[in-house]
């Protein structure tokens, strides 16, 4: 069956009605982080299998764990008291003409504003003929389980629908029981497990009735007793080493896979350690230039005055201000020459009367009685008050009083700011070139802050880019700066140890088959003392029932080898398609059998030659190879056929170069399929690819989006998310 469509109403972020129909082909729902698409995967999950993913956990979890959280906020927000519900209503199509409708529900009850959901979920699931608005439920619980494992059966669910995160536990090559899973898939290995099991019981079995058979016919009791308790001392000693053997080569094991993971890990570790020295750097910068621009926009005001940028557009003034000095100095020498020349002329009318007349002659009395009685006595003449005469005769009474009148003495000088006037002018006259330079030094100014500014976004992208290449890996490898800078030390403590279980594993190994060696010699030492000849049935059946489980052994392991060769080669086709895009070197994946048992990959040159240490990306373009490589590999079945591949993010640890080769293998294996992805989100080029490529047989292509920006979310009260159809 394949997904014709799946619905939400107020399931989680997706507030109200929302609707996203699928086709055959690769189905892209685009977004970036926090958009919605771990909740759309969830969605789908819930709905089949009432459960959705923990993220704190990192499990999935059934619905009374997470409650009225999975119905919309908004939803809740915006509704009156009484009941609102969730909804995920998936359609499933069998053929042209019978579809499959699974619905899953949730309802709360909202009174005086708080929200309580049902602890359990409501499903219901309907089988339509095509066209036809009507339904019949299907009620029986047996019948709903069988139309679920027809849509996906449990033991292919883990590698048809799983999230990026999911694939280094999918596919564990630590892990013996992963890969043997994985063959489980492919063929029925199990079968030659159990004959194998058989035929060691029936060998044990037989060994146990010919050793009492042998016994019974003994000629020397004692010595055969004797022997029997050596035999079975050195036997049970031989079973805890043989334990003990297999506990050190999990140890070996363990510890080798530990170090070819901490060498994958190198180069991450490596990258991470410069990532953080950089990030320490550009923090250091960032705060340098940041501290730099501070200080610059704190002189910005103070240089109103400092450098007088307040006088900005007053060079006019000066101008003007020293034309109305030079014309109020002109007047105020004018004036003085004015008051010398009266002065001049007051002095010599002095020298000319002192001249005619002595000082005091007449005398001053006389001189008042001539004054009082407006008749002057000399020339015997009127003289009335203030005329000529009467003014004539009072300059004989003051010029007693009289000097020659300086020029300091006038009072020209009482209102004289010549010199404060002058004082201005020659600050005027200091500031003009301050003046002048006031556009060109705001202008040099404002530049440096723009290159301060420049340089402080420069370093603060900078500081983002290597914040998200760190986030990217840290999601990507689960490392940090402070395990990466470990990885180089914990390397080489592996080694020790990998090299110290190996020393042990080779003594045990020694001491086991010294102990062979013993008992097969006390079991020869028995048989001579074996009286008689033993049944020859026994015989014949101690030795075909070894024979047996030697070949039920061999045929088991060579069977599991057999069809680890055809994962190995499915994965290699399917890895090199991916790679296409990659310019560096591919390599071939040789899964390479490991001291216990497990599985190693192993990247090598067409030689055999290793190719170097394989890094995180690597591995899971590996594992996503080898996830395919189980379903298309499946002899006499159609998996890609019936089943809809849906994954979230199994893009997000590796390269954008791997992108494209991802999708082209996906629509190649699969006949539907739905991906989530943020690779396609930003990158417009890649998006670009992605909907016009002729290789990439494409379904329907969907861009969502937050109503609110994350970083404006206070509270997710009106989030919703809103669905783009760009095809």
Same mark, same amino acid.
């Given at each position: 069956?394949?997904?014709?469509?799946?619905?939400?109403?107020?399931?989680?972020?997706?507030?109200?009605?929302?609707?996203?129909?699928?086709?055959?082909?690769?189905?892209?729902?685009?977004?970036?982080?926090?958009?919605?698409?771990?909740?759309?995967?969830?969605?789908?999950?819930?709905?089949?299998?009432?459960?959705?993913?923990?993220?704190?956990?990192?499990?999935?979890?059934?619905?009374?764990?997470?409650?009225?959280?999975?119905?919309?906020?908004?939803?809740?927000?915006?509704?009156?008291?009484?009941?609102?519900?969730?909804?995920?209503?998936?359609?499933?199509?069998?053929?042209?003409?019978?579809?499959?409708?699974?619905?899953?529900?949730?309802?709360?009850?909202?009174?005086?504003?708080?929200?309580?959901?049902?602890?359990?979920?409501?499903?219901?699931?309907?089988?339509?003929?095509?066209?036809?608005?009507?339904?019949?439920?299907?009620?029986?619980?047996?019948?709903?389980?069988?139309?679920?494992?027809?849509?996906?059966?449990?033991?292919?669910?883990?590698?048809?629908?799983?999230?990026?995160?999911?694939?280094?536990?999918?596919?564990?090559?630590?892990?013996?029981?992963?890969?043997?899973?994985?063959?489980?898939?492919?063929?029925?290995?199990?079968?030659?497990?159990?004959?194998?099991?058989?035929?060691?019981?029936?060998?044990?079995?037989?060994?146990?009735?010919?050793?009492?058979?042998?016994?019974?016919?003994?000629?020397?009791?004692?010595?055969?007793?004797?022997?029997?308790?050596?035999?079975?001392?050195?036997?049970?000693?031989?079973?805890?080493?043989?334990?003990?053997?297999?506990?050190?080569?999990?140890?070996?094991?363990?510890?080798?896979?530990?170090?070819?993971?901490?060498?994958?890990?190198?180069?991450?570790?490596?990258?991470?350690?410069?990532?953080?020295?950089?990030?320490?750097?550009?923090?250091?910068?960032?705060?340098?230039?940041?501290?730099?621009?501070?200080?610059?926009?704190?002189?910005?005001?103070?240089?109103?005055?400092?450098?007088?940028?307040?006088?900005?557009?007053?060079?006019?003034?000066?101008?003007?201000?020293?034309?109305?000095?030079?014309?109020?100095?002109?007047?105020?020498?004018?004036?003085?020459?004015?008051?010398?020349?009266?002065?001049?002329?007051?002095?010599?009318?002095?020298?000319?009367?002192?001249?005619?007349?002595?000082?005091?002659?007449?005398?001053?009395?006389?001189?008042?009685?001539?004054?009082?009685?407006?008749?002057?006595?000399?020339?015997?003449?009127?003289?009335?008050?203030?005329?000529?005469?009467?003014?004539?005769?009072?300059?004989?009474?003051?010029?007693?009083?009289?000097?020659?009148?300086?020029?300091?003495?006038?009072?020209?000088?009482?209102?004289?700011?010549?010199?404060?006037?002058?004082?201005?002018?020659?600050?005027?006259?200091?500031?003009?070139?301050?003046?002048?330079?006031?556009?060109?030094?705001?202008?040099?100014?404002?530049?440096?802050?723009?290159?301060?500014?420049?340089?402080?976004?420069?370093?603060?992208?900078?500081?983002?880019?290597?914040?998200?290449?760190?986030?990217?890996?840290?999601?990507?490898?689960?490392?940090?700066?402070?395990?990466?800078?470990?990885?180089?030390?914990?390397?080489?403590?592996? $080694?020790? %140890?990998? !090299?110290?279980?190996? &020393? /042990?594993?080779? +003594?045990?190994? =020694?001491?086991?088959? *010294?102990?062979?060696?013993?008992?097969?010699?006390?079991?020869?030492?028995?048989?001579?003392?074996?009286?008689?000849?033993?049944?020859?049935?026994?015989?014949?059946?101690?030795?075909?029932?070894?024979?047996?489980?030697?070949?039920?052994?061999?045929?088991?392991?060579?069977?599991? $080898?057999? %069809?680890? !060769?055809?994962?190995? &080669? /499915?994965?290699? +086709?399917?890895? =090199?398609?991916?790679? *296409?895009?990659?310019?560096?070197?591919?390599?071939?994946?040789?899964?390479?059998?490991?001291?216990?048992?497990?599985?190693?990959?192993?990247?090598?040159?067409?030689?055999?030659?290793?190719?170097?240490?394989?890094?995180?990306?690597?591995?899971?373009?590996?594992?996503?190879?080898?996830?395919?490589?189980?379903?298309?590999?499946?002899?006499?079945?159609?998996?890609?056929?019936?089943?809809?591949?849906?994954?979230?993010?199994?893009?997000?640890?590796?390269?954008?170069?791997?992108?494209?080769?991802?999708?082209?293998?996906?629509?190649?294996?699969?006949?539907?399929?739905?991906?989530?992805?943020?690779?396609?989100?930003?990158?417009?080029?890649?998006?670009?690819?992605?909907?016009?490529?002729?290789?990439?047989?494409?379904?329907?292509?969907?861009?969502?989006?937050?109503?609110?920006?994350?970083?404006?979310?206070?509270?997710?009260?009106?989030?919703?998310?809103?669905?783009?159809?760009?095809?």
């Amino acid at each position: 069956m394949i997904i014709e469509s799946i619905e939400l109403h107020n399931f989680m972020c997706y507030s109200g009605e929302n609707r996203f129909d699928f086709t055959e082909g690769m189905n892209v729902i685009i977004g970036d982080n926090n958009h919605g698409k771990s909740k759309l995967y969830d969605a789908f999950y819930w709905a089949m299998f009432d459960q959705c993913f923990d993220t704190g956990q990192k499990k999935w979890m059934p619905t009374r764990h997470f409650g009225k959280d999975i119905i919309s906020d908004k939803a809740i927000h915006e509704a009156e008291n009484g009941l609102v519900r969730a909804v995920v209503r998936v359609t499933f199509k069998k053929d042209e003409d019978h579809i499959y409708v699974i619905e899953r529900r949730l309802t709360a009850v909202k009174r005086d504003g708080i929200a309580t959901a049902d602890k359990e979920s409501e499903e219901t699931v309907v089988y339509k003929e095509f066209g036809s608005k009507q339904g019949k439920e299907i009620t029986n619980p047996s019948d709903v389980e069988d139309l679920k494992r027809n849509i996906l059966p449990d033991n292919i669910r883990p590698y048809m629908w799983f999230q990026g995160e999911q694939v280094e536990s999918i596919i564990d090559f630590s892990q013996s029981s992963s890969l043997t899973q994985a063959i489980n898939v492919l063929s029925n290995i199990t079968r030659y497990d159990q004959v194998r099991a058989l035929a060691e019981s029936l060998e044990k079995s037989a060994l146990d009735e010919y050793q009492r058979k042998a016994r019974a016919q003994s000629k020397d009791k004692g010595r055969s007793d004797e022997l029997e308790v050596k035999r079975n001392t050195l036997t049970e000693r031989l079973e805890l080493l043989e334990k003990e053997e297999l506990n050190k080569k999990d140890n070996l094991g363990a510890a080798d896979e530990a170090t070819q993971r901490l060498m994958g890990q190198f180069e991450d570790a490596s990258r991470m350690r410069d990532l953080d020295a950089k990030q320490r750097q550009a923090e250091r910068s960032l705060d340098e230039i940041s501290e730099d621009e501070k200080r610059e926009r704190i002189d910005l005001h103070k240089k109103m005055f400092s450098r007088n940028w307040v006088l900005k557009g007053t060079g006019h003034l000066l101008h003007e201000y020293n034309a109305k000095y030079s014309t109020y100095e002109r007047t105020r020498l004018e004036r003085v020459a004015e008051v010398q020349a009266r002065l001049k002329a007051e002095n010599q009318m002095i020298q000319e009367i002192q001249t005619r007349l002595p000082i005091n002659v007449p005398e001053p009395m006389y001189v008042e009685q001539m004054l009082e009685q407006e008749h002057c006595l000399i020339c015997d003449r009127e003289a009335k008050k203030d005329s000529d005469a009467w003014n004539s005769i009072k300059s004989l009474l003051d010029r007693s009083k009289a000097n020659v009148k300086e020029l300091e003495e006038e009072s020209l000088s009482k209102h004289d700011f010549s010199n404060d006037f002058k004082r201005l002018m020659q600050n005027g006259l200091g500031l003009e070139r301050d003046i002048n330079n006031v556009d060109g030094d705001i202008k040099s100014t404002f530049q440096s802050m723009k290159r301060l500014e420049k340089r402080r976004k420069a370093y603060a992208e900078e500081l983002i880019r290597i914040t998200e290449d760190m986030n990217s890996m840290k999601a990507g490898t689960s490392l940090d700066p402070i395990q990466a800078k470990n990885i180089v030390n914990e390397l080489s403590s592996k $080694q020790d %140890l990998a !090299k110290r279980f190996r &020393d /042990e594993l080779v +003594r045990t190994e =020694r001491t086991i088959e *010294q102990l062979k060696e013993q008992i097969k010699g006390i079991d020869k030492e028995l048989s001579g003392l074996v009286s008689g000849e033993l049944p020859a049935y026994l015989e014949e059946k101690k030795r075909v029932l070894e024979e047996f489980a030697i070949v039920a052994k061999s045929t088991r392991d060579r069977v599991f $080898q057999r %069809l680890v !060769k055809q994962l190995e &080669d /499915e994965a290699n +086709r399917h890895y =090199r398609e991916m790679m *296409q895009g990659n310019q560096g070197v591919r390599g071939i994946i040789r899964l390479v059998e490991s001291t216990k048992g497990n599985y190693t990959p192993r990247l090598t040159d067409e030689n055999g030659n290793p190719l170097g240490q394989l890094n995180t990306g690597n591995i899971i373009l590996i594992k996503l190879a080898t996830i395919m490589a189980i379903i298309s590999a499946r002899q006499g079945s159609r998996d890609t056929d019936l089943y809809t591949l849906i994954t979230d993010a199994p893009m997000s640890v590796f390269g954008e170069d791997y992108t494209i080769g991802f999708c082209k293998t996906v629509s190649r294996v699969y006949r539907q399929s739905i991906i989530m992805s943020k690779e396609f989100y930003k990158n417009e080029t890649l998006r670009r690819e992605l909907l016009d490529s002729t290789d990439i047989k494409r379904g329907k292509i969907y861009v969502i989006t937050p109503s609110i920006a994350d970083a404006d979310r206070t509270n997710r009260n009106a989030l919703t998310t809103q669905i783009k159809a760009l095809n």
